[in-house]
């Protein structure tokens, strides 16, 4: 069973919060809350150029280690978009968007997601790192978080409650309720 996970973005880049698609609590099958934030600061709206990229003609690398799907390529490249406009933004803008993901030890359910940005200096020599060079992308795993990660399919979704980053997790056997963890 795959767990689905909402991750929604500050406007600095800090995780806001998490939410599952489903709701479902898995040990009590109980239904909880679909989310805790109905802010959303992440939508396609707070960014003023389009995302170049075609959400019909962009497809991910079978290899690659996390699936980015066309919603979820498409606001990353806004976000860059957005950096690289940014005047007291001091990063290149020919660099790539580096995307960090990784788990945790936390939450209920044993592990927590972790969806950060990154700079080329805090890659290490045993990161796994995907290149989407088109899009001038990167997406880094960390050696230990590969096991959990490996397959997980990252989308998006712009709608005003629940919208955001969404995981879907193969590996995950357990969630719960609010999304933030899972278990294996």
Request: charge should be negative; hydrophobic fraction near 35%; aromatic fraction near 8%.
């Amino acid at each position: 069973m795959a767990i689905a996970v909402v991750v929604n973005f500050l406007p600095d880049h800090q995780v806001l919060g998490f939410s599952t698609s489903t709701g479902l609590n898995r040990r009590s099958n109980i239904h909880a809350p679909i989310s805790y934030n109905t802010q959303t600061y992440s939508s396609p709206t707070d960014v003023d150029a389009p995302a170049s990229v075609d959400e019909e003609s962009f497809e991910g690398d079978d290899d690659a280690i996390i699936q980015i799907k066309p919603k979820a390529m498409a606001r990353l490249v806004e976000l860059k978009s957005k950096r690289d406009a940014d005047p007291k933004s001091t990063v290149d803008p020919s660099s790539p968007l580096i995307l960090r993901m990784g788990v945790r030890n936390g939450g209920c359910s044993g592990l927590s997601y972790v969806m950060d940005f990154s700079t080329e200096d805090e890659i290490e020599e045993e990161d796994e790192i995907d290149t989407y060079e088109k899009e001038g992308i990167q997406c880094v795993v960390d050696a230990k978080s590969l096991l959990y990660l490996y397959g997980l399919e990252l989308d998006y979704s712009d709608e005003l409650i629940g919208g955001g980053f969404k995981f879907f997790n193969p590996n995950a056997e357990e969630s719960c309720g609010c999304g933030s963890s899972f278990g294996v």
